[in-house]
T-cell receptor, first 115, second 116 residues
Framework: SQTIHQWPATLVQPVGSPLSLECTVEGTSNPNLYWYRQAAGRGLQLLFYSVGIGQISSEVPQNLSASRPQDRQFILSSKKLLLSDSGFYLCAWSVLRDRISYEQYFGPGTRLTVT | AQKITQTQPGMFVQEKEAVTLDCTYDTSDQSYGLFWYKQPSSGEMIFLIY??????QNATEGRYSLNFQKARKSANLVISASQLGDSAMYFCAMREGRGQGGKLIFGQGTELSVKP
């Protein structure tokens, strides 16, 4: 069966510090991968998605970046964190469910607090 | 642009009763998929149920069913026989766009509280 891992689970970082969040998927090949952010009490906002190694699409202009160095690894990074980067970051992978849609499964998430 | 609207920020239901969580959507695509996710306080997003736009029957998964009314562009989630463990945030989502990616757009969520 497929599983998705994220680490760390929680993170407290000062403003201006770098960030690296990692997501890995097991039990599948060539998944579509996604990074979402959820502010407190809000819905999910798609940040990046990737359909293959080295292929990254950005949805929202910001000081974050994403990379996919391996098929089942997705990394979210920042060179200098802002206070507004605080939130709950969720990684997801998707599988084609039927001819028109994908089913997405989420990792456990990373709760980031920028101080 | 595609959009998902959940108009109920919070809902209460008595244990063992049924509850309906509302979701309306807006899209010009003929082919689309609708999803419901549950997010307990732990934060994980749990997939509950899916409805394709071409599906003629309403989707069901155990105690969850999706009341799909295509003409009204609504995809309400019905939870039967509520349990205390159903207390959580519930998000409606729609697959956006065509081709690869399978990107989802989410509503703002409904917080469900089940009373004993």
């Amino acid at each position: 069966s497929q599983t998705i891992h994220q680490w760390p689970a929680t993170l407290v970082q000062p403003v201006g510090s770098p960030l690296s969040l990692e997501c890995t998927v097991e039990g599948t090949s060539n998944p579509n991968l996604y990074w979402y952010r959820q502010a407190a009490g809000r819905g999910l906002q798609l940040l990046f998605y990737s359909v293959g190694i080295g292929q990254i699409s950005s949805e929202v202009p910001q000081n974050l970046s994403a990379s996919r160095p391996q098929d089942r690894q997705f990394i979210l990074s920042s060179k200098k964190l802002l206070l507004s980067d605080s939130g709950f970051y969720l990684c997801a992978w998707s599988v084609l469910r039927d001819r028109i849609s994908y089913e997405q499964y989420f990792g456990p998430g990373t709760r980031l607090t920028v101080t | 642009a595609q959009k998902i609207t959940q108009t109920q920020p919070g809902m209460f239901v008595q244990e063992k009763e049924a509850v309906t969580l509302d979701c309306t959507y807006d899209t010009s695509d003929q082919s689309y998929g609708l999803f419901w996710y549950k997010q307990p306080s732990s934060g994980e997003m749990i997939f509950l149920i899916y409805q394709g736009s071409y599906d003629e029957q309403n989707a069901t998964e155990g105690r969850y069913s999706l009341n799909f009314q295509k003409a009204r562009k609504s995809a309400n989630l019905v939870i039967s026989a509520s349990q205390l463990g159903d207390s959580a945030m519930y998000f409606c989502a729609m697959r956006e766009g065509r081709g690869q990616g399978g990107k989802l757009i989410f509503g703002q969520g409904t917080e469900l509280s089940v009373k004993p």
